[in-house]
């Protein structure tokens, strides 16, 4: 008894201690993994987390009811990310400026209260399922909405399939395809991240492991590079042939997924599409497989496996075993959800540099003067891409070189951008970096040649590639 007293005090004179350092240091070194993970953010089994916003009583700590969120008391976890992430470099101060300007941009648009419901200015999606869902429940409301701002592959086709069909009635800005997006989010954040969430959910050694990676746009390269980086072997398979040969060049091996499924140790999906892996592919794999989608929502993998034949063992959070009658067990994560925003996080530097993207799309279509946009899909101008990369320049100390007048009237440029026209991809495109002949140009003046010489398709598709040898 006197030994478990004593236990006892000296666990509350080292509590009191930590408290104390918390104290004198703002919490700011408290890491994630003392405070709630931010995984379990992600998922609770709770009633009142399954209750919609506009049925559940909520008051802020001052009092305030005017705001329609999912649950309140994920305001303080909020609070304690935000004090992870001002602590550093100029990087994470960076993003926390870019947080306040989102928040003054949501207070700009937020939702008012109109009899009973609410009135919405503007939308900022991801994925376009709030866009379809208002599209569906309450299409009057796009009367009121001044523009839709879009993040994903899979919302953006969905605008396009509605400005196709001639039911956009408001101008949508195209986010996912700006360089500043496509290039930090997509292919450096999803790099480091596929490897965190794996590593957070699962420990497993990478080295010598079959990966086979579905889809070869920004993520999927990511996900294969990293990867590969790490001593797996990686598989690739690829519907489009530029994708599929950028894949062959970059030393994958392009395969269909049946090809491979029955030796694979793990299947990462990004393509954005759904049923991507199958039932009939997750009967054939392997025991101890690992599935993860790092794509869309959880359409790629066919998670319809609650079935009475099939149990589910849930091993930790975002992490379950699903057991075939024989035995068979495969480790599927995040229940087929995105990966990496439910077993890992998102660095600060790229969520800086995506925030901003996005609360400048915000800002230029709620600004826009009447008739500038009209209903159809707009990329995200030049020059704000451009505006974004320059803000994060300093992080790394860089220096940019500047343009002499000169040198600026020889290319046609200005000497303050923008400084790429906006078909350059910056390494997907066939742009000739060194050619002063706009490539639409180079493709009109090809198709009248074409036409004049009676050349066939074949003929001038050889012709035009070797312009650029």
Same mark, same amino acid.
């Given at each position: 008894s006197l030994f478990l007293s004593l236990q006892q005090i000296q666990f509350a004179d080292q509590k009191q201690e930590f408290n104390k350092r918390l104290n004198k240091t703002g919490r700011h070194s408290l890491s994630r993994s003392l405070s709630h993970s931010s995984t379990d953010s992600y998922s609770s089994d709770s009633s009142e987390d399954e209750m919609s916003p506009r049925d559940r009583q909520q008051r802020s700590s001052k009092g305030h009811q005017d705001f329609c969120i999912k649950n309140i008391k994920q305001a303080d976890f909020g609070r304690r990310e935000i004090e992870i992430a001002e602590?550093?470099?100029?990087?994470?101060?960076?993003?926390v400026c870019v947080c306040v300007c989102v928040c003054v941009c949501t207070a700009m648009i937020r939702m008012d209260t109109v009899m009973g419901g609410y009135c919405l200015s503007q939308i900022l999606d991801d994925g376009g399922d709030l866009t379809h869902w208002i599209f569906k429940k309450y299409p009057n409301m796009f009367k009121m909405i001044k523009g839709i701002v879009e993040e994903s592959v899979t919302g953006v086709h969905r605008l396009y399939q509605l400005s196709k069909a001639g039911r956009l009635c408001i101008p949508a800005m195209n986010v996912n395809d700006s360089i500043t997006k496509q290039k930090f989010d997509n292919l450096y954040c999803c790099r480091e991240s596929i490897l965190d969430g794996l590593k957070r959910s699962t420990d497993v050694m990478f080295g010598g492991k079959q990966v086979v990676v579905c889809g070869y746009g920004e993520v999927g390269k990511g996900c294969s590079a990293a990867m590969k980086a790490m001593g797996s072997i990686v598989y690739v398979t690829e519907v489009d042939p530029i994708c599929a040969l950028q894949a062959c060049m970059?030393?994958?091996?392009?395969?269909?997924?049946?090809?491979?499924?029955?030796?694979?140790?793990?299947?990462?999906?990004? *393509? !954005?599409n759904k049923n991507v892996v199958a039932r009939e592919y997750l009967d054939r794999m392997k025991n101890g497989c690992i599935v993860c989608n790092m794509g869309h929502s959880n359409t790629e993998i066919d998670v319809s496996l609650r079935t009475p034949e099939l149990t589910w063992e849930k091993v930790r959070s975002q992490v379950d075993h699903v057991i075939w009658p024989d035995g068979k067990r495969i480790i599927l994560l995040a229940e087929g959800r995105l990966l990496n925003l439910s077993c890992s996080t998102v660095p600060t530097f790229v969520l800086s540099i995506t925030a901003t993207t996005q609360a400048l799309a915000l800002i230029e279509l709620y600004n826009a003067p009447e008739g500038r946009y009209k209903q159809d899909v707009y990329l995200l101008p030049k020059k704000m891409d451009e505006f974004v990369a320059s803000l994060h320049l300093p992080t790394f100390d860089a220096h940019l070189t500047e343009l002499t007048d000169e040198q600026g009237k020889y290319l046609g440029l200005?000497? *303050? !951008?923008?400084?790429?026209?906006?078909y350059y991809r910056w390494g997907n495109s066939l742009t000739h970096t060194h050619s002063h002949l706009h490539l639409h140009t180079l493709t009109h003046i090809i198709d009248i040649y074409t036409l004049k010489s009676g050349m066939n398709i074949n003929s001038k598709v050889i012709w035009f590639y070797s312009m650029f040898l």
């Open positions: 602590q550093g470099d100029r990087e994470r101060r960076m993003c970059d030393g994958f091996r392009l395969v269909k997924l049946n090809e491979v499924i029955r030796q694979v140790d793990l299947v990462i999906t990004c *393509t !954005g200005s000497k *303050t !951008g923008p400084f790429k026209p906006n």
